[in-house]
């Protein structure tokens, strides 16, 4: 059975940095694609990053450009998401998911969340201004 299980979310003010972890178990974690995404209140979900399962190719929407790095290490089977410059506009629910696919391009896994077969709980992430 996968489980993925999202860490790290925090109530912040605007401006600082945070630093998302998701951890994956029950599948070999350099056999599967990850990405990061969010849900606000109101809001649709969201890919905000994604990341190839060697971690070479990398996508980001183009709000975070800039601001958020996306990593993972395959020995730890974690992922991470390192948000600096935090603004209002960041506050939300961030999931983690693992798409099937070793070979799963990360634009096409932010832009079609449905294709990602393992979901965590969420961590969620306030902003203040």
């Known amino acids: 059975q996968v489980q993925v299980v999202e860490s790290g979310g925090d109530l912040v003010q605007a401006g600082v940095s945070l630093k998302l972890s998701c951890t994956v178990s029950?599948?070999?974690?350099?056999?599967?694609?990850m990405g990061w995404f969010r849900q606000g209140t109101g809001k649709e979900r969201e890919g905000v990053s994604c990341?190839?399962?060697?971690?070479?190719?990398?996508y980001y929407t183009d709000s975070v450009k800039g601001r958020f790095t996306i990593s993972r290490d395959n020995n730890k089977n974690t992922l991470y998401l390192q948000m600096n410059s935090l603004k209002s506009e960041d506050t939300g629910m961030y999931y983690c998911?693992?798409?099937?696919?070793?070979?799963?391009?990360?634009?096409?896994?932010?832009?079609?969340?449905?294709?990602?077969?393992?979901w965590g709980q969420g961590t969620q992430v306030t902003v203040s201004s």
């Open positions: 990341i190839s399962w060697n971690g070479v190719s990398t």
């Open positions: 029950g599948v070999t974690f350099e056999d599967v694609s």
């Open positions: 998911a693992a798409h099937p696919s070793k070979y799963a391009k990360p634009s096409v896994m932010c832009h079609m969340p449905t294709g990602l077969g393992y």
